[in-house]
């Protein structure tokens, strides 16, 4: 993995100087854009004719002194102009969401791109992408995020928005825990990241062409676990950050076990023991001037087993847990549009369940009683015609599971399913307006 300290790479060199290059021949106009703290000079992209706008900075670089604490705004300004044509680092990340993106991860990640309509604009909606990936991987820069096609789009259907979209701590450099972060106040910082990012868009939008007034926040997966985090944090207070809220496969609360911090303290005095930073007074102090590269290889490595990064109620940004605040109706009461993708089971779900006996098991193992598990059981019959995939007709073989279809079934219900369908009957309940 190329873990870099700081600096911006170039995510897709060979497109963007093809960009450039037809700027330069089709004398096509460099856009440029003041916000509060300088100028940024982007490009224009003919393919979707928009003005992208990429690895902005929207706050100090979380390293040094500012690993694992809260995310600090902006404090410099700048004269001339600064480019803003390539994406920068993901943040540091594990897994395929990373790796397949080339590995470009770098502790200094917090920034965001924006990309409009070409031309001049005024008061356009704006919509903001949280990229998704367990909260352990993916970035901003994704070659599948390119939110150029969506802009394009909205153009051509005559509804032309302004999309934004973010990057955030993930893994341990953003959701650590443990009794001295809980008691430091460093808590929840890769959900604190996006919430930066979303005042950085409420100072500067409007320079772009966008509207403060009309944010949409959207997520997938953990993307729209975080817009969740959003909804709930400071129970459902309303800064004025956003005013819809869209999300994928990711919802307010999960069927888990919530995590709190005795379960961290095992995983903290696991990375203090393999950085020798145990016995040294404060750990987070420690593990601050720990190398990067080195810090980042006790991360990814067997000491944080066990973690489940995402929300603990730490009493500031989560004073309660999510199935409480939803029934208290301490939720932001924005309209929410809350869905799950087709076939999400196939990812969530076992494998190799060929008879009822091992469904029954997999769904005892995953929390629940007998009782329960045999109703599940009748509630979801063994009937190769139904299921997800729908895709796959009939009787899957024995590699997958004969009963593939079905467990898969389950696993997306209880993980995704159940979730969406409470989440929308609380909105309903306390009034609020949700589409699903």
């Known amino acids: ?69 809260i995310p600090q705004s902006l404090n410099s ?22 790796w397949s993106q080339g590995n470009y991860v770098s502790e200094d990640c917090l920034t965001l791109n924006v990309i409009k309509p070409a031309g001049s604009c005024e008061s356009l909606p704006v919509l903001v992408w949280i990229h998704g990936g367990g909260l352990v991987m993916g970035g901003s820069g994704d070659r599948r995020y390119n939110q150029s096609f969506i802009v394009q789009q909205s153009v051509e259907a005559g509804m032309p928005i302004i999309a934004v979209s973010i990057n955030y701590r993930l893994s341990s450099w953003g959701f650590l825990y443990g009794r001295e972060i809980q008691e430091s106040g460093n808590t929840m910082n890769g959900f604190r990241d996006q919430r930066l990012a979303l005042r950085w868009v409420q100072e500067n939008v409007a320079a772009f062409g966008g509207d403060p007034d009309r944010v949409t926040i959207q997520g997938e997966s953990s993307g729209g676990t975080s817009v969740g985090a959003q909804l709930l944090a400071y129970n459902g207070r309303d800064d004025g950050l956003f005013h819809g809220a869209i999300a994928q496969s990711g919802a307010p609360i999960s069927p888990g076990v919530d995590f709190d911090v005795d379960n961290w303290e095992p995983i903290i005095a696991n990375i203090s023991r393999a950085t020798g930073c145990n016995g040294t007074g404060s750990v987070l102090d420690c593990l601050r ?34 199935s409480q605040a939803l029934s208290n109706g301490d939720f932001l009461k924005v309209p929410y549009i809350i869905g799950v993708n087709e076939a999400e089971g196939v990812g969530f779900g076992p494998r190799q369940i060929n008879t009822t006996q091992e469904i029954l098991d997999y769904i005892v193992d ?34 997958i599971g004969l009963q593939f279809k079905r467990s898969s079934t389950i696993a997306q219900d209880m993980s995704m399913n159940a979730a969406r369908r409470l989440t929308s009957h609380w909105w309903a309940r306390h009034g609020a307006r949700s589409y699903t």
């Open 77 to 98: 300004t700048w004269s001339g102009s600064k480019n803003a044509t390539e994406y920068s680092p993901e943040c540091i990340g594990y897994g395929r969401d990373t």
């Open 366 to 399: 995953s929390g629940y009683d007998n009782a329960t598990a045999h109703d599940l059981a009748i509630l979801y019959p063994d009937i190769p015609a139904i299921g997800v995939p729908s895709t796959l007709h009939g009787r899957p073989n024995s590699t």
């Open 289 to 322: 001037k720990v190398p990067t590269d080195q810090l980042n290889s006790f991360i990814n490595s067997t000491v944080t087993r066990g973690a489940r990064y995402g929300p603990v109620v730490d009493g500031d940004w989560f004073t309660q847990t999510a």
């Open 1 to 69: 993995m190329k873990v870099l300290a700081s600096g911006f790479l170039l995510l897709n060199t060979a497109s963007a100087a093809a960009t450039k290059r037809y700027n330069a021949y089709h004398g096509a106009a460099v856009p440029t854009v003041q916000v509060k703290n300088g100028t940024y000079t982007g490009y224009y992209a003919a393919a979707y004719n928009t003005d992208n706008f990429l690895g902005m900075p929207y706050a100090q670089p979380p390293i040094g002194d500012l690993r694992f604490r």
